[in-house]
């Protein structure tokens, strides 16, 4: 091995990758036995949740659920039909008229979020694990983000119910004798339809559940159909921290589901994350009933590596940012644009990483690779990088992918023409381009030329460099010096096609309320 090869792999071996770096945020546990919470959660009759309780579905179509660390069905879940999802809508449309839910005080709606965390947080670990088994991503994985973000999440969004509020304000415009005082209400929007993806099947669905809630909406949740359970086990935690019956509901089934929600009448409001194609029938179905809509999509996020930053840093930093749940992120880095004398020793370094990275079940403490969720995306990622190879772009592979289960061995795509579809489109799996560029100039220029706008990351020591990009990069979040850092007081959302409006933040429920202006005389 040359010099320059060995002390590059000395180096990348003391680089965390990927996983790690949630293992040691959340602090090594080792393997766990599967709860048996967890065990008799999957061995039940799945139904739809429906006015506070599980109720069979009126069809008799089953959705099978696998596990893709072994490709083997773990649960089966009722596939909706449209008589369902009327009465799910029906019954939030009840509970919202008759104000059981929005017309409580907001410290009693608070409290009850509160208590739903306290909930989640007394079985982490089940529903850690739980999630691992649906979707695949590494337990460390689950428990930091899946779990213990979404813990916070729903403490956040409780705290937001209390601190909902109008203005008073005078008007201008002559009324003869008759002095006026104008305020404004902000009230609940109605019925909320959350569709959700099945990156992030808990933590997506509680993005759709606690703005309605916190706001006093009611809402019917239609997880993915790759991923339904954890939403369901979360309806049921939500009953006993007290949401009332009918307030929140979840029907399971595929796009048609989602589709029959976009369309209802009695929906006021569609919370929708997914790809940009869905997303655009979603939009379009809002328009037509004139809903309220928000659209979280997906991304093609660019990192701009300038020739003053430090490797020992970027390099953990783009694996991390990149490689996270297998690149299903809509805000993973996909495209890295780096100044030319850093291209080398960073494309070394970022194959010798993934090279060395343990493939592995995500219930296998060890593995810092996981599968992807569902033999479909699967194919559609290995099919994307053969058809690049075979267009005859240099491709480097890493750990060799196990033989079961819905792995794909990651992929250094070295300089691929812009043209290349793999270049340009989402293609959500462990996928990471690299192009040399000859300025800062330049990689902005190409850093923006996507139809996304989601994400971005600057790297380098250089503030006044990072300050100057970070404004001309069109994207909804930029990080200076990392990655994919998400949080309940940052508004997260897209610009271009990767969505409209945004979520989180102290506005967070601008998007679940309506202002309505009293005016009066006296
Ligand atoms: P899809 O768009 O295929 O599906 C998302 C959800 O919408 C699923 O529940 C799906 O049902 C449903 N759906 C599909 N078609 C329609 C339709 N015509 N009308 C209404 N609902 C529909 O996305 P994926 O599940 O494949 O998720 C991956 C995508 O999500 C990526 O593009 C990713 O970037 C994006 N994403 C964006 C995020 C963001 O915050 N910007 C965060 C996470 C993911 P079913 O799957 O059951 O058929």
Redesign the pocket.
């Known amino acids: 091995m040359a010099p320059v090869e060995q002390d590059m792999r000395q180096r990348t071996s003391r680089w965390p990758a990927a996983q790690d770096i949630w293992r040691l945020r959340m602090g090594y546990s080792g393997p766990h036995e599967i709860e048996s919470s967890v065990t008799s959660f999957l061995a039940r009759d799945h139904a739809l949740f429906i006015d506070g309780q599980f109720v069979r579905a009126t069809g008799t179509d089953q959705i099978a659920v696998d596990d893709p660390a072994s490709g083997k069905v773990i649960a089966q879940v009722s596939s909706a039909s449209s008589a369902d999802v009327d009465a799910a809508i029906s019954s939030a449309h009840t509970a919202f008229e008759d104000g059981r839910w929005r017309n409580l005080r907001p410290a009693d709606r608070e409290r009850i979020l509160l208590r739903l965390a306290d909930l989640l947080e007394a079985r982490a670990e089940a529903f850690a694990q739980l999630e691992t088994l649906e979707q695949g991503k590494s337990i460390h994985m689950s428990r930091a983000i899946e779990v213990g973000a979404s813990i916070e999440w729903i403490r956040y969004a409780a705290g937001l119910t209390t601190k909902i509020s109008g203005r008073t304000f005078d008007v201008s415009l002559p009324g003869g004798p008759t002095r006026w005082t104008s305020y404004t209400r902000r009230e609940p929007v109605g019925v909320v339809a959350g ?6 099947p808990l933590m ?1 669905a509680l993005w759709k559940v606690l703005p309605a809630l916190a706001s006093g909406c009611s809402i019917v949740l ?5 991923t339904p359970l954890t939403a369901l086990w979360l309806a049921e935690l939500a009953r006993e921290a007290g949401v009332p019956d009918g307030v929140f509901n979840v029907v399971t ?7 029959w ?2 369309v209802h009448p009695l929906v006021a409001k569609i919370s ?8 655009k ?2 939009g379009t ?1 809002a328009i037509d009933g004139m809903k309220r809509f928000t659209l ?4 093609k996020n660019p990192a701009i590596v300038l020739e003053d930053a430090i490797l020992d840093k970027v390099v953990p930093g783009l694996l991390t940012g990149g490689l996270l749940n297998g690149g ?4 993973a880095v996909s495209r890295i644009y780096v100044t030319r004398n850093r291209f080398d020793p960073l494309c070394e370094a970022l194959e010798a990483a993934i090279q060395a990275m343990v493939m592995g079940s995500g219930m296998d403490p060890a593995a810092q690779l996981t599968p992807l969720a569902s033999a479909t ?1 699967r194919a559609k990622v290995e099919a994307s990088i053969q058809q690049a190879a075979e267009a005859g772009v240099l491709i480097r592979r890493g750990a060799q992918a196990p033989a079961e289960g819905h792995f794909v061995s990651p992929a250094l795509v070295i300089d691929p023409d812009e043209k290349t579809p793999l270049a340009r489109q ?1 293609v ?1 799996g462990p996928i990471l381009s690299i192009t040399p560029v000859e300025s800062e100039e330049e990689a902005l220029q190409r850093a923006n030329d996507s139809t996304y706008g ?1 994400a971005a990351s600057i790297w380098t020591q250089d503030i006044d460099k990072a300050m100057a990009i970070s404004q001309r990069v069109q994207s909804g979040t930029v990080w200076i010096n990392s990655h994919v850092f998400i949080d309940p007081n940052m508004p ?3 610009m271009k096609m ?2 409209i409006g945004r ?1 989180f933040g102290s506005a967070w429920l601008d998007g679940y309320l309506e202002e309505k202006a009293v005016c009066i005389a006296h």
């Open positions: 569709i959700v993806p099945w990156n992030f997506i239609k997880p993915s159909e790759i089934g595929g796009g048609e589901v989602g589709r929600l976009s929708f994350t997914g790809s940009t194609v869905a997303g029938a979603v179905a979280e999509l997906g991304g299903q992120v809509c805000a995306h989402e959500f989601l997260f959302g897209g990767s969505g979520d």
